[in-house]
Structure formats: structure tokens, C-alpha cells
């Protein structure tokens, strides 16, 4: 059967009852690119995680009111969501034609700091599909919007373990030698944050190919469908993800996801 026939069959398979699928090609010098595909409930984030994130973090006598609605959004995430992302392994000494983007990325960021002392590399692209996020805005304009914004704030939290989980992913496939080892560890840094501007989404897009997937890239370098998430995955000792977040650019960062990717890793065991 040809590969893009493959792809399309695998597309059409019962995601839920699917923890993981992959399709492994033979490309750029024999390295490996994949297709995987993950179950909704190994995506979603934790009930407190939600609860924090609509700023009720560790509120004592939750109205039940409240308790239904997170119970709702979770039933209709894992109804709807159809995680599965797609990476590829890149040479780490032709990280910077991605990363240089339009010309318009920081030379002096953390990515060009850390990619060169990795031990591995991957082009990663990954998604719930757009079934999630219509939901909440259907909801949204439905007036149903506290629900709306309990399913969108599960819908942010999956899509980043989605990066975390892929990064899981690219150990698996490290030589043993290196996955084995505790102290390696693999990272996702992605278009848009930390110096990496958003432009560089455009060749990255161009050689990983996620369209396989259903992942797409706007003129304006939006991904579609929405909250699906792209970027490097980086494999290196521990100590090489360690950075400070006092460059430039980090004065103008509201979401500061680095201090909290950083956090997950040193913890990871």
C-alpha cells in the first residue's frame, strides 16, 4: 500500500481505543519520522490543574456547581479530542536553517545555546484536532460560556503535555546508551518563544510536512487547528536545558512557560 494511503487509513482508525500508532519512514540519511497517536485521557491535564488554571487553585469547598462544570468539560474532551502528532529526527548541526527563520530569530537566545551541545534532535508537530476547540466555541457562542471556558482550559493545558509527551516519544527512540541514562533528558522548545521567532514556523513546516496529519500553517504563521503546538525536540544532558530567562525578549513574555517546562524536567524522573 503506498505511504499517503497509509497515512489516510491510519487516520480513519478509532483514536480512543488507540493508545499508540506510529508509521516509520526512511528519510534524510535514515533518519526516523513518525506518525503517533495518543489516547484523549493521556493528553488531558488534572482536575486541580484546570482549577488553577481558572484561578481556583486549592479553594476548600468547591461549589458543586463549579465541580459539574469541570466534570462536563472533561466527558466532552474526552468525547471530541483526537491527539496524535508527527515527528521527524533532524541533524543537530542543521538546527539553524530552521531556527534562522525569515533572519528574524535571536542569535543570542537559549535555543542556540542549548541545540548544539544535544545529543539528539527532532522536528515535531503535534494536535487535538479541531473537534475541541469548535466545541468551546460553540459553547462560547451557545452562552454557555463558563462551560466554554472550562473545555478551553483544558484544551491549553492537553496541547502543552501534547509537547511533553512528544518529547517522551523522542527518548524512546535514542539509542539505548542515551535513554537509559538519567541524566539525559529531551526538551520541546517551539516558534514564537524564546527568541525563535514565529516566522521560523514557515520552514519548519516545509520539512516536516505535519499537513500529514492534518496540521497546517497560515500566511501569518498561525497553526491550524488551533491550539497545536510545533517546534524542536531537543536531547541532551540535563544541565544544557538550564537557562535563566533575562535575555531581551523575555521582558515582553507574559506566558513564561519556560520556568515551568524547566520545573517538569528537573522533577521528571
Known sequence: MPESNQAAQILKMDLPVLMLSMQNYEVKQGMRREIIRFKAEEVAPSSAEVLENQGMAGRRNLPARIRSLVDSA????????????????????????????????????????????????????????????????????????????????????????????????FMELLPAELSRNKQIKAQHYGPGHCGWHISGQAKLFELLRPEEIGITLTSSYVIRPIKSISGFLVAGEIHIHRFVPNFPFCKVCKERKCIQRMAILEDAK
Open 74 to 169: 472533561f466527558e466532552l474532551f474526552g468525547q471530541l479530542a483526537e491527539p496524535r502528532g508527527i515527528l521527524q529526527e533532524w541533524p543537530v548541526s542543521e538546527f539553524e536553517t530552521i531556527y534562522n527563520g525569515n533572519g528574524l530569530s535571536s542569535p543570542h537566545g537559549p535555543i542556540p545555546l542549548i541545540v548544539p551541545k544535544a545529543c539528539g534532535l527532532a522536528l515535531f508537530a503535534a494536535t487535538l484536532g479541531d473537534a475541541p476547540i469548535a466545541k468551546s466555541n460553540e459553547l462560547f457562542a451557545g452562552g454557555k460560556g463558563a462551560l466554554g471556558f472550562m473545555l478551553d482550559a483544558i484544551n491549553s493545558l492537553a496541547a502543552e503535555r501534547l509537547g511533553r509527551l512528544m518529547a517522551n516519544r
